[in-house]
C-alpha cells in the first residue's frame, strides 16, 4: 500500500472521524448515564484534560521527529515492546471496529430493515473499506476528507436547529449524580476523544513535522466543540428520554427538529451521510492498522491484510448476541481499554523515550568533552 504525504486539514480529518462516528452513535447517551445533569461540567473537565494531555504529546514528540509510536517503543523497548505495543494497538483497532459496526447496524436494523440479517448488512458496509484501501492509502486519506467535512456540516446544522427545543432547566441539579461520577470516574469520559489515538500514528504521514503541533490543537478545539454542543443538545432536549430509546441520541434530536416544509425526511439524508462516515472510518483503521502490521513483519505488501481485517472485524462484530452485551462491551471494554492504552501507557512510553533520548545526549556530549 502507498502513501503519499499528506496536509493539515487531511491529517486534522484523520484525526476526527472516530470521534464523530462515536457522537453520532451511543457515545452521548453513555456519558450522560453516567454523569447525570453535570454531563456539561464533565465535558468541560474532560476538554481540559484532553488539552493537557495534546500539549503533552506535542512536548514530548519533539524529539522525535518522522516517527510513530512503533517507533518510539522500539527505541525504549527494542522489538520486544515493539510487538508488545502494535499488537495491542492492532487488537484495539479491530475489537472496538467491530463493536461500533455492530452498534450501528443495530440501531439501523431498530429504524429500517429490521428484517435484513445483521451478517448482510455488516457486510455490505464493510466492501467500501476493502475497495478504498485495495486503491491505496491516498484514496483512503482523500476519502476521509470529504467525508469528515460533510458530517462536520450534517451535525452543525443537526445542532444548531437543535436549540428550538431546549429546555435550560434541565441543567438542574448541577452535580448530576455526584461528584465522583463528575470529576473522578467521569475523568473516563475522555474516550470521547478515542480517536485521537491517530495522533501517535501520523507524524510519518505529513509533508511537514511542524504541523504536528497545529494539527493536535485545531483537531482538538473542533472536537471539544462539537463534544460540548452534542451533549447540551442531548441533555436540554431529550435528557429525560436518553434511557428509554436505543437509538442514537442525535437521531432523535434530529426527529424532533423541524427542517421546513423542503426537507419532511431529512433523517434519511442525514443517515446516509452517517453510513459513508462509518465506512471511512472503518478504511482508516484498516489504513493505520496495514501500516502497523507491515512494521512489525516486515512484509513487502500489503495486498491482502485488509480482507483479513475486515473478516476479523465482521467475527467480532457478529459474536454480541444481543444489544444489552453490546452497551457493556461499550461502556466497559472500551472505556477502560482505551483510557489505559491510549491516555496511560502510550503517553507512559513517549516520556520515558524523552528520558532515554536526554541521556544519550549528554553522554555523547560527555565523550566528546573527554
Not at 4 to 33: C, D, S
Not at 78 to 106: M, P, Q
Amino acid at each position: 500500500m502507498d502513501y503519499y504525504k499528506i496536509g493539515k486539514v487531511e491529517a486534522i480529518a484523520l484525526i476526527l472521524i472516530l470521534m464523530l462516528n462515536r457522537l453520532i452513535l451511543t457515545l452521548p447517551k453513555n456519558m450522560y448515564l453516567l454523569t447525570g445533569n453535570s454531563i456539561l461540567i464533565n465535558a468541560v473537565w474532560v476538554i481540559f484534560l484532553m488539552f493537557l494531555f495534546v500539549f503533552l504529546l506535542i512536548k514530548i514528540s519533539k524529539k522525535f521527529v518522522g516517527q510513530d509510536l512503533i517507533d518510539i517503543a522500539e527505541f525504549v523497548g527494542g522489538k520486544f515492546l515493539k510487538v508488545i505495543i502494535s499488537t495491542a494497538y492492532i487488537v484495539f483497532f479491530v475489537s472496538i471496529s467491530g463493536i461500533i459496526l455492530r452498534d450501528f447496524v443495530e440501531g439501523i436494523k431498530i429504524l429500517y430493515y429490521s428484517q435484513i440479517p445483521t451478517w448482510l448488512l455488516a457486510s455490505l458496509i464493510l466492501v467500501i473499506p476493502v475497495v478504498a484501501n485495495l486503491h491505496g492509502g491516498n484514496s483512503v486519506i482523500k476519502f476521509n476528507s470529504i467525508i469528515v467535512f460533510i458530517t462536520l456540516i450534517s451535525l452543525l446544522v443537526i445542532l444548531i436547529s437543535s436549540t428550538t427545543t431546549y429546555v435550560p432547566q434541565k441543567f438542574f441539579p448541577i452535580l448530576g449524580n455526584g461528584i465522583n461520577e463528575t470529576f473522578f470516574e467521569g475523568a473516563t469520559n475522555i474516550y470521547a476523544f478515542s480517536g485521537f489515538c491517530f495522533l501517535f500514528f501520523v507524524m510519518p504521514l505529513l509533508k511537514s513535522s511542524k504541523d504536528f503541533k497545529k494539527i493536535g490543537i485545531i483537531s482538538t478545539i473542533i472536537g471539544s466543540i462539537y463534544l460540548f454542543f452534542t451533549l447540551a443538545s442531548l441533555l436540554f432536549s431529550f435528557s429525560s428520554l436518553v434511557s428509554v430509546y436505543e437509538i442514537s441520541p442525535i437521531y432523535l434530536i434530529m426527529r424532533s427538529t423541524d427542517f421546513g416544509i423542503f426537507f419532511q425526511r431529512p433523517d434519511a439524508i442525514f443517515v446516509f451521510t452517517w453510513i459513508l462516515t462509518l465506512m471511512s472510518y472503518l478504511s482508516v483503521v484498516i489504513m493505520f492498522t496495514s501500516i502497523i502490521f507491515k512494521k512489525i513483519t516486515n512484509i513487502k505488501t500489503t495486498k491482502y491484510l485488509p480482507y483479513i481485517l475486515v473478516s476479523l472485524i465482521l467475527i467480532i462484530c457478529l459474536i454480541p448476541s444481543n444489544l444489552a452485551q453490546i452497551k457493556t462491551l461499550e461502556d466497559t471494554y472500551y472505556r477502560y481499554f482505551n483510557v489505559v492504552l491510549v491516555f496511560i501507557i502510550s503517553p507512559i512510553i513517549l516520556v520515558i523515550a524523552n528520558f532515554k533520548k536526554r541521556k544519550s545526549m549528554e553522554g555523547a556530549k560527555i565523550e566528546k568533552n573527554l
